[in-house]
């Protein structure tokens, strides 16, 4: 089994930072593994900590008195340099509650209030993102919207469309546009079965 011998911490920013891991590999070789995280030190580093804490938390929620369109955000990434088609969604704080969170960042990215459902903890507890790079993880609050579309809660460095995509709308969206991954398999569940939550068995409303 590989291990790690040493961490060094190559930047101090607030929202991500990299790290370069003094490894040896199952052979027995030497070599550094670089992993990107929004830890800000090396003892916040889940492979120092092993807990799994998340780091935020994406918003999976229906809109419409017959809960018909799923909420989206089509927002502007510098990574791509362009726009990508996402869930609402944002960073935990800390010492909040993911599902706070939650109901915290719809209503500042889109205006809308969020009542999220109460399910197996399952389907919410938080997974990691892209693994060979980062020990990011985020959790997934499901729920139904209910108010106005607004923009004027969003922050200054957002780059923002809301969109209320009904199942037509998604089938596009799939086939043309860019599409994060989490939202993307969410999306096919919307786009094929009758009741969208439907996996996620007996649930109420909290």
Known sequence: MAQIRGITQQTHNRFVNLYDLDVTYKTGKSGSYYVASRAT???????VTHENHPDGVGIYCLYGEKHDRVVLVRQYRFPLDDYVYEFPAGLVEKGE???EAAIREL??????TLTPLDVDPCFERPRYMT????DE????VYGYASGTVSRKYMEDSEEIEIVLADREEVRRILREEKVAIMCAYQLMHFAADEEPFGFLGQRKKT
């Open 137 to 140: 993880s985020c959790a997934t």
């Open 41 to 47: 030190n090396t003892d916040e580093l889940e492979l």
């Open 131 to 134: 693994v060979g790079l980062t």
């Open 107 to 112: 209503h500042e990215e889109t205006g809308l």
């Open 97 to 99: 509650n993911y599902r």
